[in-house]
């Protein structure tokens, strides 16, 4: 455990708990409020979703918990069901080696699973202001034990008409109580709110430092939660990037994605606080060296270490502040390269980003994700890409032996849209007749280049030569007899062992290409327009 969360004045079983979740330093956040709720006074926090808040109450709730007291310690009043649940289990996750209780109270559940809780003697309640206010009305809530309420997204709860609720509950709390207000943005009523209920709060903000952040294009995506991993697939085969760090919060996190990375045949490394120095140094030569193309990291790990540049940032969670975020970005775009900052954002997530852009004083620009289509020619632009560098660096020079070999045998075209199959991971189709076709006879190869087409003469190709029996008079003599085409119209006629080629006036040319099946010896011959060997 890093002094990050040690200095803080926590008891091992919460650190202990913490350590468990991945976490290796405080957010901005946390390392201000947790102190102070722990001191035991009032604080007011401008925070948003991401910022890690919900830790940054709920740790030091779980830590003032009294264990061998089964009454209502702490009430965390929070806009929606979706919260209460989430902020519940981060309770529960933090407040386990405790044996901390809590329960979420919301509307749309039963009251009876909620009563039954209440009754087991819980030390925590999580709810939304309409149900906690309906419990106590009703007598199965009573908040007179309550050393510690928080007020969480009080603005969003202000928006929602909840206020005279929260209003209601916190005239039943006892007057020797601390009060934490957490809220994106303190409107006036919230402002207002603070002066009648808090004592001397101590002020919380993310430091508005204008960082500002490098020349790198910068992206986001709104995603669901569950669908993140997908989504980073997608771009990570949309982008293909050559090297790419992807940031993720915890220690768990990081584990989680490099296991399902590899698991989907991604080549991941993988750095964070617990891998062992030796380890990590292995890790990283991987990602130096270009053997894998992804670096998974927290942002401790990262975090002054010789990372060479890289093609893309990816925050597959969002940093907590725009100090992190400018930290992250940083490692790409370095030098006048390229670099792209990528963002994948949950809803909930999106103030943070507002925040962070206002902050960094960039614009960062929302994508869609892209589909199937847009996968393929994006591929298909960075081949052609590849294929342009290589040819401007002649870097295929090394590969002209093989070349040599097969100009005899096939036009440069042929030979190019072969390799250009290959190295895009076509596979070496069977061959048909199962055999290799035998080589021309040298001969027959350099008298075929060494015949360019006479001035107004159609040079025309024939798939049979000596070796079936073809010779310059029988040709002239079928050509007349199965096409009309007049022996005058005839120039030069080079027959080889399989093949042969010959000059034909155009308006003859044009007769033979027509004729539907010209035979030789009675056997079906193709006639095709030779294509010139070399320019
Ligand atoms: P919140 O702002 O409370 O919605 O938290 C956002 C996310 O950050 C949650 O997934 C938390 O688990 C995570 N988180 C909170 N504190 C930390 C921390 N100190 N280090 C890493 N992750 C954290």
């Keep these: 455990m890093p002094d990050g969360f040690e200095g803080l004045g926590l008891g091992d079983e919460v650190l202990r708990a913490i350590e468990d979740l991945g976490y290796e330093e405080p957010s901005p956040i946390q390392a201000q409020a947790i102190p102070a709720l722990l001191a035991g006074g009032d604080v007011i926090a401008q925070a948003q979703t991401g910022t890690g808040k919900t830790a940054a109450y709920s740790i030091p709730i779980v830590e003032r918990v009294v264990a061998g007291d089964r009454t209502v310690q702490a009430a965390v009043i929070v806009p929606t069901r979706e919260l209460a649940v989430q902020v519940a289990e981060a309770v529960h996750a933090l407040g386990r080696v405790r044996g901390v209780t809590v329960v979420p109270l919301y509307g749309g559940q039963p009251y009876d699973r909620q009563l039954r809780a209440l009754r087991g003697g819980v030390q925590v309640v999580v709810g939304t202001p309409g149900r906690v206010m309906d419990h106590i009305r009703r007598g ?8 510690t309420l928080v007020l969480d997204e009080a603005d969003e709860m202000l928006d929602m008409g909840f206020i005279e609720d929260i209003e209601f509950i916190l005239d039943k709390v006892p007057a020797e109580r601390q009060i934490g207000l957490f809220s994106a943005t303190i409107p006036a009523r919230i402002e207002d709110l603070a002066q009648s209920y808090l004592r001397e709060p101590r002020r919380v903000t993310i430091q508005q430092e204008t960082a500002t952040a490098p020349q790198t294009r910068q992206f986001w995506y709104q995603v669901p939660y569950r669908a993140k991993l997908d989504v980073l697939t997608l771009i990570l085969d949309f982008e293909s990037p050559q090297s790419a760090i992807i940031f993720c919060r ?11 990375l590899e698991a989907r045949g991604y080549k991941t ?28 990291a927290t942002d401790v790990a990262a975090r002054g270490l010789d ?6 940032v990816i925050n597959y969670d969002i940093p907590d502040d725009a100090d992190a975020y400018v930290h992250r970005i940083g490692r790409t775009g370095r030098m006048g390269k390229k670099g792209e900052a990528v963002t994948l954002i949950t809803p909930r997530e999106m103030r ?21 289509e847009d996968i393929v020619a994006r591929r298909r632009e960075a081949y052609l890409e590849a294929l342009r560098t290589t040819i401007d660096a002649r870097a295929g020079n090394t590969y002209a032996d093989v070349f040599a070999a097969l100009a005899p045998d096939y036009e440069a075209r042929e030979i190019a849209l072969a390799a250009l199959y290959l190295a895009d991971g076509g596979e070496v189709p069977a061959r048909t007749d199962g055999t290799r076709p035998e080589a021309e006879s040298d001969d027959d190869v350099r008298a075929a280049e060494a015949a360019p087409s006479e001035h107004g003469m159609v040079r025309l190709f024939l798939d049979a030569g000596r070796k079936r029996g073809v010779s310059p ?44 099946q010209l035979t030789l010896h009675g056997l079906p011959v193709n006639l095709k327009k030779a294509t010139p060997k070399r320019p």
Excluded: N, W
């Excluded at 915890?250 to 399902?260: G, I, M, N, S, Y």
């Excluded at 925040?355 to 892209?370: A, D, V």
């Design 352 to 372: 943070l980003l507002r925040l962070i852009e206002q902050q960094t004083r960039t614009k960062m620009k929302p994508l869609r994700l892209p589909t199937v």
């Design 307 to 312: 990372i060479p540049d890289v093609t893309h």
């Design 140 to 147: 199965t809530l009573e908040l007179d034990t309550v050393r």
């Design 269 to 296: 490394a993988a750095i964070h606080g617990d891998i062992s120095q030796g380890q990590r140094e292995q890790q990283l030569r991987a990602f130096r060296d270009g053997r894998v193309e992804l670096l998974v």
């Design 473 to 516: 008079q029988e040709l002239l003599r079928e050509f007349s007899d199965q096409a009309g085409v007049a022996p005058t119209t005839v120039g030069s006629i080079d027959v080889y062992d399989r093949f042969a080629f010959v000059e034909v006036k155009p308006g003859s040319a044009k007769k033979l290409l027509a004729h539907p």
């Design 250 to 260: 915890t220690k768990r996190e990081v584990d989680a994605l490099t296991e399902a």
